[in-house]
């Protein structure tokens, strides 16, 4: 591409990409840039790379930003982006924007070590009583809660605005739970954009970056392009965990999301985070992380550090039971020629079989939990929940993954059983007989409420099999895993859980 007529319009904002190629951290750059300008907001972008040359006009067609100009002073380019067509700048819009562009020299990867938040003093946990009716995390959110997330990634609204947002949110939740008579509550996962990626905007040096920004720097970049069509939510939509320097947990993850939850219920609490494999094939992205770390091994060590430091301090506040959620374990062992590859960015990246993965991820969930109370951690496995669509979900019995499971040190396992596509959950048996089992009772993708009597016959067969004291019940996956694609309303989702309660006073004492 040619260099056009130096730039006419003033740029908003500016920053100095220096030597790095879009291969090398400068797209995650130009996107940390880009988000807080409204529509029609112009960025300049200075580089000496002459890479971009080609790889930006590329990017730019395909995130459907316009390329206004740019020039060329000997080595030094200068490229003017408008975030979406240029036509929609209007006197609005630059009356909203900064008055002077900001200029930023390139940004180098964080060497520190990484520093552990301060312990809080051990508050005892509400106990967890047998057959405890619950969620499995996530809630489908409000409308305009949605609206507020999207502005607060983008960097137009400022986290205490955010926040006190998601409180009103988490409000309706905890009231929906006490009407449906759930016994162990979650704040639905409000807060964030998606069942994992929302760590993004929690841990330092990591970012949200929709995933067709990745096509450019991936070597099968057809290959690549094929995988996100696969996708239930367009590529468009999906913002993926980037990380452009050392992990690091200088704030909590989830610990804020249980304290005020506290403050509106005395119910026990569970909190869902990503579990570590999860976020190991999540976050090792090769085309971005290689920047960072040599090999997923070391990437894994660091979110192993960061997720036990997380698990330790929820379980100091009081929070009942600590879930780990590892659904890609069954992209591992189903994934083939019959199950299309769906909801899981996790599947996009490398794997080296499943024999050797199984035993990646129980090495690591073993690595987070290790020395914890047992009885306090559970884990929640599942074949695919971003669409209601059961025909693009991943299907598979227990059979292959019942020694991994049983493998890892956790004393509950949360676990799909109304579905089909799960098979006979006689084969949960195989599990540790001192583990708790939680059972799906419902199918949160059926828009259809379950009759009591259906759900009562579930329970009575899950009592059979391994007794009332070891039982809990949920739906069998989350109501909205990711926040632009809930798989049910909030109405449905309450008549579901509702319906769970009823069914399990059967079969308590009075």
């Keep these: 591409m040619e260099p056009t007529s130096h730039h006419l319009l003033s740029p908003d904002t500016a920053f100095d990409g220096g030597d790095l190629d879009c291969g090398n951290g400068l797209l995650l750059l130009i996107r940390k840039h880009i988000d807080p300008l409204p529509q029609g907001g112009l960025l300049e972008?200075?580089?000496?790379?002459?890479?971009?040359?080609?790889?930006?006009?590329?990017?730019?067609?395909?995130?459907?930003?316009?390329?206004?100009?740019?020039?060329?002073?000997?080595?030094?380019r200068s490229f003017l982006i408008s975030k979406g067509p240029l036509a929609a700048r209007s006197a609005a819009n630059a009356a909203s924007l900064p008055a002077t562009p900001r200029a930023a020299a390139p940004e180098a990867v964080s060497a520190t070590e990484p520093v552990a938040l301060p312990r809080r003093e051990p508050v005892a946990p509400r106990p967890v009583p047998a057959l405890t009716v619950t969620g499995m995390g996530s809630w489908p959110r409000p409308r305009w809660l949605v609206e507020a997330m999207h502005a607060h990634v983008q960097g137009r609204l400022d986290d205490t605005a955010f926040q006190e947002t998601a409180d009103d949110a988490v409000r309706l939740i905890a009231a929906a739970q006490q009407r449906a008579g759930a016994t162990l509550y979650t704040d639905g996962e409000q807060r964030r954009d998606s069942y994992a990626s929302f760590v993004a905007t929690r841990l330092d040096n990591c970012q949200l970056v929709?995933?067709?920004?990745?096509?450019?720097?991936?070597?099968?970049?057809?290959?690549?392009?094929?995988?996100?069509?696969?996708?239930?939510?367009?590529?468009?939509?999906?913002?993926?965990?980037?990380?452009?320097?050392r992990i690091r947990r200088s704030r909590p993850i989830a610990v804020h999301?249980?304290?005020?939850?506290?403050?509106?219920?005395?119910?026990?609490?569970?909190?869902?985070?990503?579990?570590?494999y999860l976020l190991t094939r999540t976050m090792w992205m090769d085309c971005i992380a290689d920047n960072v770390y040599a090999n997923r091994e070391q990437i894994a060590a660091d979110i192993v550090r960061v997720l036990r430091e997380e698990v330790m301090d929820l379980l100091d506040a009081g929070v009942s039971i600590v879930q780990l959620d590892e659904p890609v374990l069954s992209e591992v062992v189903f994934s083939g020629q019959k199950n299309k590859r769906s909801f899981m960015c996790g599947a996009l990246s490398e794997s080296e079989g499943p024999e050797h993965e199984l035993g990646f991820a129980k090495e690591l969930v073993n690595a987070v939990i290790a020395g914890l109370p047992r009885e306090r951690i559970a884990l929640h496995v599942c074949r695919g929940n971003w669409t209601p669509d059961e025909s693009v979900?991943?299907?598979?019995?227990?059979?292959?993954?019942?020694?991994?499971?049983?493998?890892?040190?956790?004393?509950?396992?949360?676990?799909?059983?109304?579905?089909?596509?799960?098979?006979?959950?006689?084969l949960l048996r195989g599990l540790p007989q001192d583990a708790r089992i939680g059972v799906g009772v419902v199918n949160q993708k059926d828009q259809a409420i379950e009759p009591d009597d259906e759900i009562a016959g579930r329970i009575a067969?899950?009592?059979?099999?391994?007794?009332?004291?070891?039982?809990?019940?949920?739906p069998d996956c989350g109501f909205a895993t990711f926040a632009d694609n809930p798989i049910c309303s909030a109405t449905i989702a309450e008549a579901k859980l509702a319906a769970i309660a009823r069914a399990a006073l059967r079969f308590r004492s009075p």
């Excluded at 249980?258 to 569970?270: G, M, Q, W, Y």
Aim: some cysteine; glycine content about 8%.
């Design 257 to 276: 999301e249980f304290d005020f939850l506290r403050s509106v219920t005395d119910a026990p609490i569970k909190i869902a985070l990503p579990g570590p």
């Design 45 to 76: 972008l200075r580089s000496t790379e002459i890479s971009v040359d080609e790889d930006l006009p590329a990017w730019c067609r395909m995130t459907k930003n316009e390329l206004v100009s740019w020039t060329k002073v000997g080595k030094q």
């Design 461 to 474: 067969r899950a009592i059979s099999l391994f007794g009332a004291d070891r039982v809990l019940l949920h």
């Design 210 to 245: 929709p995933l067709i920004d990745l096509l450019p720097l991936v070597e099968d970049p057809v290959a690549f392009e094929a995988e996100l069509r696969a996708l239930d939510v367009p590529a468009g939509e999906v913002r993926h965990p980037g990380v452009f320097g």
């Design 393 to 426: 979900a991943l299907s598979g019995s227990y059979a292959p993954l019942i020694p991994t499971l049983a493998g890892m040190k956790v004393g509950a396992y949360l676990l799909e059983a109304c579905t089909p596509r799960a098979g006979d959950m006689e």
